[in-house]
């Protein structure tokens, strides 16, 4: 029986545990300050604005997740699974993926600033927002490589230095977004988010040139661009489909309740992003250490389920936290955001069976079962605008954001025990035949 010195030397020369450590120190400090960044932006605009807010940056978060087409997970694969055995690929696959990101990305932009006016008009129900559109569209090219430059990063294990990117980047958002949103209203909050995507882009590209290693490459060893793209296209499928019916289900709020309801939407999914950051940002650690693993059935399954356990312990005290005291956060938004304390309550216990849900997500990945994980999204994502669509016409458009909540919580919690029952039995599966 391990004492308590043994067990912390264990945990000290851990690899996963260091890893895992750094990957939440540093989101920690820089979401800490992103939270309090959003909650003085809100105060700033006021509700109706913060709803204009939250949809434009929430159309160019859906755009960005499809443009990327999953290649920062595949970079992360990939390289986590060669870095050691096949050094020499590492260059060829990471301008992969960086070549496709910017085609895809820059596809993207180009096709929202031409339609900006459409969307803002027969979308968004609101044509004043063409402008704010075009001006913010030069971020889908930047984020999306961003977060490519991410995957190769914790491709080769360089939590510590994502750690120092993400604190600055906190730092950051906090100094700009509060002041030029002060100064400037919406327009100054949007300028601010591209700011920091600039910034964010060369901080990671500064540690990616520092830790490429320079392998020759060798004739007998190489990777296609179509078995990048074969691992990539069902995770941009998942993707697509999932910022599809995000995107759908707040023009559902748009079209069928308020931009008020988008505000409250906006504020309570922040602080369920809050509570899924730290189990979140080991996605790419888990991700890593399993596809450096695939030989090693015990050791995959020795992480999972320390990842499950740790993922749920964080969430449900993160959660529990929360609740209690969402009715100080609710009054810290303002008056304005009446209504904000039962969407913030529902919200934050769903981030339990999500959370548990990504490492799932990541177990599959890594097995190139990505064909399987998009059916479970279709089933999670489709559940969540149809019991939408279904509570808001049935309240004729009032507490939309509730509604929403209410949905997201029911249709996590049957993706959750989907996916884990389906993957623990082919895991025993597998076992008992090796």
């Excluded at 120190?25 to 979401?31: E, P, S």
């Excluded at 939250?54 to 087409?69: Q, Y």
């Excluded at 020795?302 to 009715?327: A, C, E, H, M, Q």
């Excluded at 999500?354 to 177990?363: E, G, K, P, R, W």
Aim: hydrophobic share 50%; net charge positive; proline share 2%.
């Amino acid at each position: 029986m391990l004492n308590l010195q043994e067990l912390k030397v264990r945990l000290l020369r851990s690899k996963l545990v260091n890893d895992s450590f750094w990957a939440i120190f540093g989101n920690v400090v820089g979401k800490g300050l992103s939270l309090l960044s959003s909650i003085i932006i809100a105060r700033i605009l006021g509700k109706e604005i913060y709803g204009e807010y939250g949809i434009i940056s929430g159309t160019i978060g859906t755009i960005l997740i499809f443009s990327n087409f999953g290649l920062n997970y595949t970079s992360t694969k990939y390289i986590a699974e060669y870095r050691n055995t096949k050094p020499e690929l590492l260059a060829k696959i990471i301008k992969y993926c960086q070549n496709l990101t910017l085609i895809f990305s820059g596809l993207a932009t180009v096709i929202l600033f031409v339609s900006a006016d459409y969307v803002a008009i027969n979308l968004l129900n609101s044509p004043k927002l063409s402008t704010p559109l075009r001006l913010i569209t030069i971020s889908i090219l930047i984020g999306s490589v961003c977060r490519t430059q991410e995957g190769i990063l914790a491709g080769f294990s360089k939590f510590k230095e994502l750690a120092k990117v993400n604190t600055v980047i906190g730092i950051s958002t906090f100094v700009f977004g509060v002041a030029l949103t002060y100064f400037y209203r919406l327009n100054g909050a949007l300028i601010a988010l591209i700011i920091i995507k600039v910034l964010y882009y060369g901080l990671l590209r500064y540690f990616i040139s520092h830790n490429l290693p320079s392998v020759p490459e060798h004739p007998n060893n190489k990777i296609s661009l179509s078995k990048i793209l074969k691992f990539s296209t069902p995770i941009a499928l998942q993707e697509a489909f999932y910022a599809m019916i995000t995107y759908a289900t707040g023009l559902l709020l748009v079209q069928l309740s308020t931009y008020g309801e988008v505000g409250l939407s906006s504020a309570a999914v922040y602080w369920s992003a809050i509570i899924l950051y730290i189990p979140g940002i080991l996605r790419n650690v888990i991700l890593s250490h399993l596809s450096a693993n695939l030989d090693d059935n015990k050791a995959r399954l020795r992480i999972l389920r320390l990842i499950l356990l740790f993922n749920f312990g964080v969430t449900f005290l993160l959660s529990l936290t929360i609740y209690f005291l969402s009715g100080y956060i609710a009054a810290s938004y303002g008056n304005d955001f009446s209504g904000l304390k039962d969407v913030i309550n529902i919200a934050v216990f769903t981030t339990i069976f999500t959370s548990m849900s990504n490492v799932y997500a990541q177990a599959y990945m890594s097995e190139n079962k990505n064909w399987l994980m998009l059916l479970f999204r279709i089933i999670r994502d489709g559940l969540i605008f149809l019991i939408t669509l279904i509570l808001l016409k049935e309240n004729n458009g009032a507490n939309g954001a509730l509604s929403l909540a209410k949905s997201a919580l029911w249709a996590n919690i049957l993706f959750f025990f989907l996916m884990g029952l389906v993957y623990e039995l082919k895991f025993q599966n597998k076992i008992k035949i090796t």
